[in-house]
């Protein structure tokens, strides 16, 4: 707990975790994704307790139980991330919860690290919950602590979005005692509440709609939402890290800066606009606030269609300004990614860009077997896709195409969403049997080698039960189940899979070998307990 004011230079990701410290959250949950994965790192760092889900839903899950004791919960992760967690989402919005619970959110504009573009602001819309954007790390650590304070006065669960640009930029953050958690952690029985069976589910989406319009009128006033004078020939209407790309880029407008997004200030945009000559809506990603304002009948200005698609940033946002609608500078190329020197996935690729297998792939580190030299990848779709779109591709194949298809996914990503896969796969048995092969490297490395369930360590790298793959798909009849080292025993791990895809059977083949940068942080960490106990003797 911070001690009073002091100043830290910290990104958006470390001032969220310095809040929840600050704040009194008592657990941390999510699953690691780019760009929200420091949060928990860091919550875990200066003392919190966080831990990583196997998926965001779980994350949600957990995190809506101590809320339901009256516990201060935060549950990290990235946009794809929500879509995984959104249906406790939508019905906790209903149930309520008692303890704070904020839903820490990163999206990312530009896809530096991601499948697709999406706007999470949609999701506020959809599920019927509080969202507050921060601009720099300042506003995270202080929104944290608001949106804590609004579940708990609302006993709702807010979001609080972050970017890229907010989660990974670093400024001056001035910590400071926050508002604790105003009561201990406890139970109270409340069955209608929190039972949605549909006799109490109708209430409580009512009870949501009157909460949601309360929160409107008092987001009419709200110290969240602040007017940065100006001249009156040009307003502006942004929000997070856009609004500090439209300060700089017209110093002179006056500029409505909201905080708090959803449910909208919407009289208040509207006073605002009725005081400029111009009004211009300035946002990343989808026209979210200008159709809303449209919508509201106040006349507004939006970006063209081409700054719909990745990061906003000064000159961008000069460039709306004006109108300016000619190409765009093509931006400077960067060296495309490739596997690590040494990566153990290499040689998989090897063999099955040989073989010329059909590859269900998924997202991770060795999404990256879609580039040359290997080319050895035919689609990738979301997490724990692989072995759904493999299935698919084996129910409608004629017979000696299906033979050539092979889920390839991460041990990660298996554990996150692949298991169930696994289960169809017994179930509604191709007729040409399958193949999964799991890349088992020994940790999350895609997001930066962070613990799972399958490599039998907590997030603090402390010892924990460990996740058995090869048993697991035992357990669940799988025909034929090997551990092979394909780095090392390459021309066995070609015969296998030959051997494998030929037979017809139900395969899972787990190509097992530490990543060698997860390996050698590992050796450090050791070496490191090692020195420590030598200490303490």
Known sequence: MSTGS???????????????????????????????????????????????????????????G?????????????????????????????????????????????MASSQNEQDSRRYAVAAGVPMLEPSDSQEAYDFLAEALQISERWKIPVLLRLTTRVSHSKSIVR???????????????????RVMIPAYARPAHRRLRR?????????ESSPLNRILEGRDRLGVVASGVAALHAREAAPDARLLKLGLTYPLPVETIRRFAEGVRRCMVIEEGDPVLVDACRAAGIPVEGKAEMYRFGELNVARVRRILAGDLSPEPEPPKGT?????????HRSVFEVLARQGCIVAGDIGC?????????????????????IGVGLGLRHVLPPDEARKVVSVIGDSTFVHSGITGLVDMVYNRPAT?????????????????????????????????RL???????????????????????????ALLRTSLESEKLCVLIARKPCVLAARRMRRAQAAAREEDGHGA
């Open 6 to 64: 002091q100043q830290l230079l910290l990104n958006g990701n470390e001032a969220v975790a310095h809040a929840a410290r600050d704040a009194g959250v008592l657990l941390g949950t999510g699953y690691p994704g780019t760009p929200s994965t420091e949060i928990l790192e860091t919550f875990s760092a200066i003392g919190g307790r966080a831990q990583w889900a196997p998926n965001e839903k779980v994350a949600l899950e957990v995190a809506v």
């Open 66 to 110: 101590a809320g339901f004791g009256n516990g201060r919960v935060i549950v990290t992760m990235k946009h794809v991330g929500l879509n995984v967690a959104s249906d406790p989402l939508f019905t906790a919005a209903e149930t309520g919860v008692t303890g704070g619970l904020a839903v820490c959110v990163a999206d990312d504009p530009g």
């Open 175 to 193: 910590a400071r005692e926050l508002p604790r958690n105003p009561g201990p952690p406890h139970f109270e029985r409340d069955i209608p509440g």
């Open 211 to 219: 909460k949601l319009a309360e929160i409107r009128e008092w987001n």
């Open 336 to 344: 495309p990614p490739r596997l690590c020197p040494g990566c153990p």
């Open 366 to 386: 060795y999404t990256l077997g879609v580039l040359p030299p290997f080319e050895a990848m035919d689609s990738c779709v979301c997490m724990g896709a692989a």
């Open 433 to 465: 049997g399958h193949v999964v092969l799991i890349l088992d490297n020994g940790t999350t490395a895609m997001t930066g080698l962070q613990e799972h369930p399958g490599t039998g360590r907590a997030l603090d790298h402390t010892p924990a039960a």
């Open 468 to 494: 058995r793959f090869e048993e697991l798909a035992r357990a669940v009849g799988v025909e034929e189940v090997h551990v092979v080292d394909a780095q090392k025993n390459q021309d066995e791990f070609d």
